[in-house]
């Protein structure tokens, strides 16, 4: 399973004091385990040609589909897929959650979690053996993001930038050189990666980045500025995205890998969000910085390569973290509802109620099946933008929903920092607009159906 073992399966913590409830499931009773989320099993790690592990067996459903009658679902997650969903929502209840507000309000990130999840050997899980990782698939991730983010946003995000787009993009179109160098300590969380890409007029139009780096032979000089660059406050490696010739669009984008303390480059001014408010968020400043040719990861004219990593890190950070959210979301709705008198009567009796709990829960449901069976595809080999695009969406969107619902059956309850209800409808709410708006990943999905490339 995991390097180190991990913490024991344990019953959620106290829900004493506001801000340190358990983000349980809905309706579980106090002091029972964690809920259980299924999904199908399985999953190698796809290294580009460097795959250090053997492709783990993926067992398909029967044709006539077990259903689990506990569950009522027709996913199933594997053992030890089971096993690292339950120990990683333990841990982060019991380590995690009692700090995520502190984190919201004092715009500090989490970091001493992700040095926690080292230690109990949950970074780096996608990479291969041979790069200090486990070789685990995106599925895995994904459960590792969602129950991270039920306990503490700020560190599931965290968790998927030094976990995600950059090691992942070093592992796939990086040179040897540069896995040797940076993977290893990136999956021993001894150093932190993010990516950036975004700038003043390069948004969701990759092609219009103008940073712009020049090659003098033996480096490439940077100059320009980046916008909304997640983990920038503690990361010390940057994948950056910069304009490698004059060619128009993305034709002329390339990415460099930055190291903090570089001469040049500065991690500027702080930017306050709605939500999130523990992600580091920043924007990167470029002075005739100098970083070695060696460090150039993707040549102009392949930034297909690149985003096709890209669809992965997509699936593995932002959707799971919405699942989680929700999740969180709607168990401290239910425990809302039972705990709350009104009129003689608990709230949880009033049918209304309840029918929004289940609208709640039917989201939830639906996205979490988008969402593990998107990344289960790429573990088999079956990419597609669609799908992938599909799963955010919805994912974004749900959350969006969940989270406000949530909020409305708590009443006054769901405005105040005391509780949780309030932080998790900011969190969820900029879902929809990082890794993709939800309108480019519209435009997504139609123009593969109309391609013909993606059928429903």
């Not at 787009?165 to 969380?189: D, M, N, V, W």
Request: proline share 4%.
């Amino acid at each position: 399973m995991v390097r180190s073992g991990g913490a024991g399966i344990h019953a959620a913590g106290d829900r004493g004091a506001p801000e340190q409830r358990d983000s349980q499931g809905a309706g579980e009773p106090r002091g029972q385990g964690p809920v259980r989320e299924a999904g199908r099993g399985g999953g190698a790690v796809h290294a580009g040609g460097v795959r250090c592990l053997p492709a783990k067996g993926i067992g398909a459903l029967p044709a006539h589909h077990q259903v689990d009658r506990r569950k009522g679902r027709i996913v199933e997650l594997t053992q030890e897929q089971r096993l690292i969903r339950d120990t990683v929502h333990a841990l982060a209840s019991e380590r995690f959650a009692p700090g995520a507000a502190a984190a919201d309000r004092q715009y500090r990130p989490p970091l001493d979690n992700l040095k926690v999840l080292a230690g109990h050997g949950y970074t780096g899980i996608f990479l291969p053996e041979c790069h200090g990782g486990t070789g685990l698939g995106l599925l895995e991730t994904v459960l590792v993001v969602e129950q991270l983010a039920r306990s503490c946003a700020n560190t599931a995000m965290l968790y998927s930038c030094t976990d995600g787009a950059t090691p992942r993009a070093i592992l796939h179109i990086g040179s040897e050189l540069l896995r040797q160098r940076y993977l290893p300590a990136f999956a021993k969380a001894e150093r932190y990666a993010a990516w950036s890409m975004s700038e003043a007029n390069a948004g969701s139009d990759v092609g219009n980045v103008q940073t712009r780096a020049v090659s003098d032979g033996q480096h490439y000089v940077i100059n320009g500025s980046k916008l909304w660059c997640t983990a920038a406050q503690v990361a010390d490696v940057f994948l950056v995205l910069v304009r490698l010739s004059d060619e128009p669009g993305m034709k002329g984008v390339g990415a460099v890998l930055v190291e903090r303390g570089t001469p040049g480059f500065l991690v500027g001014k702080h930017l306050d969000l709605l939500g999130l408010r523990g992600t580091g968020m920043a924007e990167l400043v470029f002075q005739d910085c100098r970083v070695p040719a060696e460090n150039l990861l993707l040549p102009a004219g392949r930034m297909k390569d690149l985003l096709q990593v890209l669809d992965a890190d997509r699936i593995t950070g932002n959707p799971p973290i919405c699942l989680g959210l929700a999740q969180a979301a709607l168990g401290h709705a239910v425990q809302h509802l039972k705990d709350r008198t009104q009129f003689g009567r608990p709230l949880a009796q009033n049918q209304g109620l309840q029918w929004k709990l289940a609208d709640m829960a039917m989201d939830i449901e639906a996205a979490r099946a988008l969402v593990y069976g998107a990344a289960q595809a790429i573990d088999q080999g079956r990419q597609s933008v669609a799908q992938v695009s599909i799963a955010k969406t919805f994912a974004n969107e749900m959350a969006v929903r969940v989270t406000n619902q949530a909020m409305q059956l708590a009443g006054a309850y769901g405005l105040s920092e005391e509780y949780p209800f309030e932080r998790y409808f900011r969190d969820a709410r900029g879902m929809s607009i990082g890794y993709g708006t939800t309108e480019i990943h519209r435009n997504s999905i139609a123009r593969e159906l109309l391609k013909g490339s993606y059928l429903v």
